[in-house]
C-alpha cells in the first residue's frame, strides 16, 4: 500500500556532490519520519540522517557538515544533498520512512526503499 522510491544515485570524484530523491507514494495518513541509511558490502546498515515531522533532524557524526536532509511534506518526498563526499561515503543508500495508512489510523509502519547505489572514486 505503500511505495519508497529513491532516485539519484551514481557515480562521482572525491569532494563532488550529490542529491537523492526518495518519494512516498499510496495510503499515506501521515509520515512520522523519513531518513536515510546506508550499507557497504559485509557492514551493518547506518543511519546518515532523519527527519521528523515536526522539524527535528539527526546526522550520523560522519556526515554532519556535508550532507543536508530536507522534506517536501506537500510532495511526501525527502532529499539528501550530499557535498564534499569522501571514497567512504559508498555504498548502497537506503530511504527509510514511518508511516500510518488511511486503513490502519492507529498503527505506524516502517518501510524500505530498494535502495540506490553510491559510489564516490577518482
Known amino acids: 500500500q505503500v511505495q519508497l522510491v529513491e532516485s539519484g544515485g551514481g557515480l562521482v570524484q572525491p569532494g563532488g556532490s550529490l542529491q537523492l530523491s526518495c518519494a512516498a507514494s499510496g495510503s499515506i495518513l501521515r509520515i512520522h519520519y523519513m531518513g536515510w541509511y546506508r550499507q557497504d558490502p559485509g557492514k551493518q546498515r547506518e543511519l546518515v540522517a532523519t527527519?521528523?515531522?515536526?522539524?527535528?533532524?539527526t546526522y550520523a557524526d560522519a556526515v554532519k557538515g556535508r550532507f543536508t536532509l530536507s522534506r517536501d511534506n506537500a510532495k511526501n518526498t525527502a532529499y539528501l544533498q550530499m557535498n564534499s563526499l569522501k571514497p567512504e561515503d559508498t555504498a548502497v543508500y537506503y530511504c527509510k520512512a514511518g508511516i500510518t495508512i488511511t486503513s490502519l489510523p492507529g498503527t505506524r509502519y516502517d518501510y524500505w526503499g530498494q535502495g540506490t547505489q553510491v559510489t564516490v572514486s577518482s
Open positions: 527527519a521528523t515531522d515536526s522539524g527535528s533532524t
